[in-house]
Nanobody, 122 residues
Framework: QVQLVESGGGLVQAGGSLRLSCAAS????????MGWFRQAPGKEREFVAA????????QYADSVKGRFTISRDNTKNTVSLQMNSLKPEDTAAYYC???????????????WGQGTQVTVSS
């Protein structure tokens, strides 16, 4: 069993930055692919970024490529999402996820955090 707890959300002006963190419990963290998703009101949950167990491979949604960076620290059981040049359309609840059953881009992960709200004002 893996438990995920996100932090770092908040209110920021457009063009600003935020850093989200996800703390994972369990000794097998370093074995899992990790992902970040987001869900805006009235919209489906969408893929944001994912990272391989070693941290060497990362993928991003086109909408955040060049602005967001995913990273992980396997010694601390954490995965982070650095978000720069934020836009109002980035406003959403952001979720950390672990252990995908299939593609990184799908919602089919075995473990999810409770989410942290990011609001970008114009």
């Amino acid at each position: 069993q893996v438990q995920l707890v996100e932090s770092g959300g908040g209110l920021v002006q457009a063009g600003g930055s935020l850093r989200l963190s996800c703390a994972a419990s369990g000794r097998t963290f370093s074995r899992y692919d990790m992902g970040w998703f987001r869900q805006a009101p009235g919209k489906e949950r969408e893929f944001v970024a994912a990272i391989s167990p070693s941290g060497r491979i990362a993928q991003y949604a086109d909408s955040v490529k060049g602005r967001f960076t995913i990273s992980r620290d396997n010694t601390k059981n954490t995965v982070s999402l650095q978000m720069n040049s934020l836009k109002p359309e980035d406003t959403a609840a952001y979720y950390c996820a672990s252990d995908p059953r299939g593609s990184w881009y799908s919602n089919e992960y075995n473990y999810w955090g409770q989410g942290t709200q990011v609001t970008v004002s114009s």
